[in-house]
């Protein structure tokens, strides 16, 4: 059962290796389209990309202005109140450069759909943490695979594939082989791949308590009002100052999940394609500007984070990228060719093959 959801996994994730260039041939990538000085650097004031963004929402709140690292592309999103929940947001893109609205978000294609059928097979959290317990089964079979298969292999060279024996026997020996090749990558790709099923509740957890925890002194206080909500050009340069060397990448507005009721949450991130999912936020008071607090996430929580580059391999541009698809490539087939294996077994093979192996393995040590 497993195999057959690895197998999901594996085959909606190998368009997904390739998601960016694939939406910037499709027409929907804007950062390919305006290029530019990275929005988290430079630009107009932010003050008057929100102005501009608040224009084409007429009463709605801000919940989220968000930068890039690679062109002048800024989004934000608004919403009819600071609690909206996602279905009830806006998202808006915008060049920062020019000022120019670039409208709303693109319809949902295929790749939306494959992304989410990968990650949580449109069941939210409770499918996201099934296919977190499919990656951990996964790890366990290639870890208990190599237990059984080592002392069988002890009586054949490396590569052996026996092709004058039966098609069974020639298919099984290639399924293994490629299995053993890939093994390491397989591990590593099952392992993130759990990791971050579940790194997902636990970094919401570090959020609210984090973030709890930064606005302690305004626990008692009421939740600040739109209206009375001061300068993002100078939050921003508060949060600038005490976490200096990092950019921003996204600004979380008071009264939503990622911030408190009373504050500019200002997420930054590292400046490597590996560490760009760690994030270090500084709370800053939204009326008056003032930095509350600036603290870095924990080491456990980091950890997990760097599960995410690992897994889809987009730490290392194209290069990296192509050799994770023929990896992947490699695990379909093996993955494929185990569910044949499985399905055309005679009754009673699975039992004769381990009874086969472990005898071997008596054999080899009578002899050592």
């Not at 949902?108 to 992304?115: D, I, N, Q, T």
């Not at 082989?177 to 970094?203: Q, S, Y």
Request: net charge negative; aromatic share 8%.
């Amino acid at each position: 059962m497993p195999t057959l959801f690895l197998l999901m996994l594996c085959v909606t994730g190998l368009p997904l290796i390739f998601h960016d260039e694939i939406e910037a041939a499709m027409g929907q990538d804007y950062e390919a389209r305006i290029g530019g000085a990275p929005s988290s650097q430079a630009g107009l004031p932010l003050d008057t990309m929100l102005a501009t963004a608040l224009a084409e929402r007429p009463g709605e709140v801000p919940l989220f202005m968000a930068f890039s690292q690679d062109s002048a592309l800024l989004t934000v999103t608004t919403g009819p109140s600071p609690d909206a929940p996602g279905a009830e947001m806006s998202l808006l893109f915008f060049d920062r450069a020019t000022g120019e609205a670039l409208g709303p978000a693109p319809a949902g294609g295929v790749m939306e759909f494959l992304l989410q059928l990968h990650t949580d097979m449109f069941l939210g959290l409770p499918g996201m943490l099934f296919l977190g317990v499919m990656g951990l089964l996964f790890v366990v079979a290639l870890i208990s695979g190599v237990v059984l298969y080592a002392p069988f292999m002890r009586r054949l060279d490396f590569g052996t594939l026996r092709t004058r024996r039966s098609k069974r026997v020639g298919r099984l020996d290639q399924h293994n082989l490629i299995g053993i090749v890939t093994l390491a990558w397989a591990l590593v790709v099952g392992a993130t791949g759990a990791i971050n099923a579940f790194a997902d509740p636990l970094t919401d957890n570090w959020r609210d308590g984090e973030v709890a925890a930064m606005a302690a002194a305004y626990a008692d206080a009421e939740p600040l009002p739109p209206a009375r909500y001061g300068s993002l050009d100078r939050a921003m340069a508060q949060a600038q100052a005490a976490l200096p060397g990092r950019a921003p990448q996204f600004i979380a507005f008071p009264g939503g999940a990622w911030s408190s009721g009373h504050h500019y949450a200002v997420f930054f991130q590292g400046d490597t394609p590996l560490t760009q999912h760690l994030l270090t936020p500084a709370l800053i008071d939204a009326e008056t500007g003032a930095l509350t607090d600036a603290r870095a996430m924990p080491a456990l929580n980091q950890a997990l984070m760097l599960s995410k580059p690992l897994h889809f391999g987009d730490y290392g541009g194209l290069p990296l990228k192509i050799l994770w698809a023929l990896l992947t490539l490699a695990t379909i087939w093996v993955l494929w060719t185990g569910i044949l294996l499985w399905l055309r077994r005679r009754p009673g093979e699975v039992e004769r093959r381990i009874e086969e192996i472990h005898s071997g393995a008596s054999r080899i040590g009578a002899a050592a």
